[in-house]
């Protein structure tokens, strides 16, 4: 199935903190509408586990974001397609409701009408859809576009196009919209006849789409219709007649049954060909939402980069003047002075395992920790991030345990420390190799004394199955404890210095022991 999502299907485990990381929060306030935040949080909670097709998704931004009318022209485009199928469905129900109305005294005449109106319905809307790819590729040859997965939606619009099977389907869709005009052209339809000379089935075999006699002719459904008389005669015209009503009510069955027939074609190939390009518009919505992105990024002129996406097995976490893009999303939405977002180098790789990161309260570290796990959700979906530039490897799994001293009292103290346990527990049954675990002040209502060890004992574990982790605290102690470990661990503070607020620098251990 064509995808602007996908170059090729993938499935993995899906990421549960994006309340934690607030990504919600930045989506919920970007988007225009609920059911597009919903779409898009479905699709960031599926992180993406081949570099090819964060790549993939990363080209087709910046056709976008080089070309915004085409997305607009797209998203009219996909959008008008995605209804065909409600339209058509209230259409066929509008005339079976009709027909079932007038069913008690309906003779065969009135069953033809309505067959045939079905019939045009079902031709009508098959040759809309059959014309969406013809749409659709003089849409995308009116731009310059690059990538790989638009190119690739080009290859397939052309690629029907050019099937004569095809445009012979479009032909006779667009034939069957009319359908008395289309029979007085000229057809052929073959009967079944049982032993005692009775019709039993009709098939609609031939057609003339066009009249090649270039004869005038009377209505074939004037004749049948008992309207041959309403028009004079004209000379050389080729004639009709049906003399009985046996003759009329025999044949209209078996016309009805052959035309019938043909509806439930035109049934069967539109439920087989609509499908495969009904889902772009849904996909659009992703793509609005990275043109949001790239507007908040540009109104506080702050940078913004597609970072370079490495496989699992390098294992590196690299941002340059990384920022938090909730505070920048706040600020876009808000008509209050602009706070001011600060940014922070960061680079976790090779064999440094994790990075402790302490400081006091308010003093930004929490909102580091969610810098790095937003920045690693949107670098994972194909998406900008906010940072100057970045090299950020696949994450099989994205993990957190967040608390907040703001949200616990002393008297829930016990019972929050209990549902940390667990839910620490819960990181440690899903961890895989090349995952990232963020810690936010686990185990803080905990005495400094029994916290710290429980920690350490905790980060040593889990950092024997080749994971990346960051854990922000205010607990010295695991300082110490570290400090003493074997494992490659980078040590930061936030800045004691005023002018330097929610800065991040290395931390000497010597001096803070």
């Known amino acids: 199935m064509l995808s602007l999502l996908y170059e090729f299907p993938e499935s993995g485990p899906k990421i549960k903190c994006l309340q934690d990381l607030a990504v919600d929060q930045i989506i919920s306030t970007t988007c225009v509408t609920k059911d597009i935040c919903d779409y898009v949080v479905s699709v960031l909670e599926q992180p993406l586990q081949h570099p090819e097709n964060v790549v993939y998704r990363q080209e087709i931004c910046r056709d976008f974001y ?67 790819p013809e749409e659709l590729l003089k849409t995308l040859n009116n731009y310059p576009i690059k990538s790989q997965g638009l190119n690739k939606l080009k290859t397939a619009c052309e690629s029907r196009l050019n099937d004569p099977d095809y445009r012979t389907l479009r032909e006779l869709a667009q034939e069957f919209t009319e359908v008395a005009p289309m029979i007085d052209k000229g057809c052929e339809i073959s009967f079944e006849i049982t032993e005692s000379l009775q019709g039993t089935a009709a098939h609609l075999i031939k057609l003339e789409l066009h009249d090649q006699t270039q004869k005038k002719r009377s209505s074939f459904f004037s004749a049948l219709f008992n309207r041959s008389q309403e028009t004079p005669e004209l000379e050389g015209a080729v004639t009709l007649a049906i003399e009985t009503r046996e003759t009329r009510y025999e044949l209209v069955n078996l016309i009805n049954d052959a035309l019938k027939e043909v509806s439930t074609l035109f049934v069967h190939i539109i439920r087989s060909i609509y499908p495969e390009f009904v889902h772009l518009a849904d996909e659009l919505w992703f793509y609005r939402f990275a043109l949001r992105l790239k507007r908040v990024y540009e109104k506080d002129n702050k940078p913004f980069c597609f970072p ?53 309260n308010s003093s930004g570290k929490t909102t580091f920790l969610r810098s790095i ?16 530039s970045a090299v950020i490897s696949i994450r099989r799994q994205v993990l957190a345990q967040f608390s907040g001293e703001d949200t616990i009292s002393i008297s829930d103290s016990a019972g929050r420390f209990e549902s940390e346990v667990i839910e620490v527990a819960e990181i440690i049954a899903q961890l895989e190799p090349y995952s990232l675990v963020l810690f936010n002040e686990t185990f803080q209502t905990t005495a400094f004394a029994e916290a710290a060890p429980a920690i350490y004992d905790i980060l040593d574990v889990i950092s024997t199955v080749n994971i990346k982790w960051i854990f922000v605290t205010h607990l010295l102690q695991l300082y110490e404890h570290f400090s003493k470990s074997e494992r490659q661990i980078l040590f930061l503070q936030t800045s004691g210095d005023p002018k330097q607020r929610y800065k991040l620098e290395p931390m000497e251990l010597n001096s803070s022991a």
Request: charge should be negative; proline fraction near 4%; glycine fraction near 6%.
């Open 308 to 360: 370079t996406i490495t496989p699992a097995e390098a294992d590196v976490f690299e941002c340059m003047e990384l920022y938090d893009l909730l505070l920048l999303v706040q600020n876009y939405a808000s008509n209050l002075p602009a706070r001011s977002v600060v940014p922070n180098d960061i680079k976790l790789a090779g064999a440094t395992t994790g990075i402790l990161v302490q400081g006091d």
């Open 66 to 132: 080089d070309h915004p009318e085409l997305f607009r022209e797209l998203t009219e485009l996909c959008r008008n397609y995605s209804q065909l199928k409600s339209e058509w469905d209230k259409l066929l129900a509008g005339i079976r409701s009709k027909a079932s109305l007038g069913q008690s005294q309906s003779s065969s005449l009135d069953l033809i009408r309505d067959t045939i109106a079905a019939l045009e319905a079902n031709a009508l809307y098959c040759s809309k859809i059959t014309a969406f």
């Open 373 to 388: 796990g937003t920045a690693q959700v949107l670098a994972q979906a194909g998406l900008p991030i906010p940072s100057r």
